[in-house]
């Protein structure tokens, strides 16, 4: 796992290979960040990454300047991880929390700028968590909700979004609260 830019720019984390994590490749996390550099001042942004798995948004998160930071994952495996990162490369503050990400995203209190959910693509839950964003109110006004899934979800009718991104076997669907600066869904291979 590499960090693509920022002040950590080239290092690199070796997870366990007994994660139970399906990491964002390099390729669609580098034009995910490519879209957020243009929206997002990272230094102001509040982020949760619900389903955290390797932490590697975490990290680039960071990398990049935002140091309001929570991580969400079921796994002890993925937290440890995630907890022996974050302290080597001392992120202040970092919120690690163990649990479902769904039930998280239910109970929540708290507003963020920028929420990720990259969930197991078998999770039978996928298509409920736009609306558990929106209906607990999760985004801040500009804010934006990222769901990566596979090819065969599809939310083009969702009142919420923004855009949609394809890279390969990788989808990126882009919600908020307001009209998104781009086209309303650009879709690229």
């Known amino acids: 796992m590499r960090i693509i830019s ?3 720019r ?19 996390k580098e034009a995910l960040f490519n879209i957020l550099n243009n929206h997002f001042d990272f230094q102001e ?5 619900l389903f955290a798995g ?8 960071f990398s990049r300047g935002c140091t309001d930071i929570t991580s969400v994952d079921m796994s002890k495996i993925s937290i440890g991880f995630i ?16 649990g479902d990400a769904i039930q998280f995203a239910k109970n929540c209190r708290e507003q963020y700028d920028l929420i990720f959910a990259g969930p197991p693509y078998a999770l039978e839950v996928i298509d ?8 607990r109110n999760l985004l801040k006004e500009d804010g934006w909700f990222i769901l990566e899934t596979s ?14 991104r394809n890279y390969g076997q990788t989808h990126f669907w ?8 781009d086209d309303e869904t650009d879709e690229t291979e």
């Open 174 to 181: 882009f919600f908020g609260n307001g009209i998104d600066d």
């Open 151 to 164: 090819p065969k979800h599809d939310f083009t009718e969702h009142p919420k979004l923004l855009q949609v």
């Open 54 to 61: 390797t932490g590697s948004l975490d990290m680039e998160m």
């Open 83 to 98: 907890k022996k990162m974050s302290e080597e490369v001392k992120i202040p503050n970092h919120k690690i929390i163990t």
């Open 45 to 49: 942004v509040k982020f949760l990454d």
């Open 6 to 8: 920022g002040t950590l």
């Open 10 to 28: 080239g290092k690199r984390f070796y997870p366990p290979s007994n994660i139970p994590a399906r990491p964002t490749t390099d390729f669609a």
């Open 128 to 135: 409920e968590i736009p609306d558990i964003i929106f209906d």
